[in-house]
């Protein structure tokens, strides 16, 4: 049974720090990650997707995956009371079309 | 371009009872799934569809649930008859066939069964 492990949180952040969010996978087969926000009472909406090993920057966010300890962060840069939201991480296999989610952290910005 | 639409948005049944949901995804997107959310877990994949086909249906209580995708674009999800443990969001995704990543989600329909 492939898993999706994230802390559920809530994370408390200050504005204007860094925000961390953390997620681990069971499947060494796993080869690309996302990760989804989720308003209260939204659907998920996608911040980024990885599938290399290493960072991927874009705007204020930062994913980083590491394959070899089955690792995948995001990072949020001078966090924003907006980014008070749930983030959901999500894997999928090569072949398989099929997102597999955590069951996402609540992250609050906390002004 | 438009995005995924569903229909209801909210659905409110007493168990037993049936209920169907609808889906119309982003046009030309091959690829259709739905998902179940229950408060405070992630989307659970019910079934997924690549054109009018299913592709993977492992997830879905079939006793209950079923799902048809017509034609290659809309979709119904159906429940009959409703448990309590159903109430839940129903999500459904939509992507662009092979080769792209990315699912684009519809608003969800909230159901409460009662």
């Known amino acids: 049974q492939k898993e999706v492990e994230q802390n559920s949180g809530p994370l408390s952040v200050p504005e204007g720090a860094i925000a961390s969010l953390n997620c681990t996978y069971s499947d060494r087969g796993s080869q690309s990650f996302f990760w989804y926000r989720q308003y209260s009472g939204k659907s998920p909406e996608l911040i980024m997707s990885i599938y290399s090993n290493g960072d991927k920057e874009d705007g204020r966010f930062t994913a980083q995956l590491n394959k070899a300890s089955q690792y995948v962060s995001l990072l949020i840069r001078d966090s924003q009371p907006s980014d008070s939201a749930t983030y959901l991480c999500a894997e999928n296999q090569p072949g398989n079309e099929k997102l597999t989610f955590g069951t996402g952290t609540r992250l609050t910005i906390i002004p | 371009e438009a995005g995924v639409a569903q229909s209801p948005r909210y659905k409110i049944i007493e168990k037993r009872q049936s209920v169907a949901f609808w889906c119309n995804p982003i046009?030309?997107?091959?690829?259709l799934y739905w998902y179940q959310q229950i408060l405070g877990q992630g989307p659970k994949l019910l079934i997924q569809f690549q054109n009018n086909g299913v592709v993977d249906d492992s997830q879905l209580p079939k006793d209950r649930f079923s799902a048809e995708r017509l034609k290659g674009v809309d979709s119904t999800l159906k429940i009959q008859p409703a448990k309590l443990e159903d109430s839940a969001v129903y999500l459904c995704?939509?992507?662009?066939?092979?080769?792209?990543?990315?699912?684009?989600f519809g608003p969800g329909t909230r159901l409460l069964v009662l």
């Open positions: 995704a939509s992507r662009a066939g092979q080769g792209y990543q990315t699912q684009y």
């Open positions: 046009s030309g997107h091959a690829t």
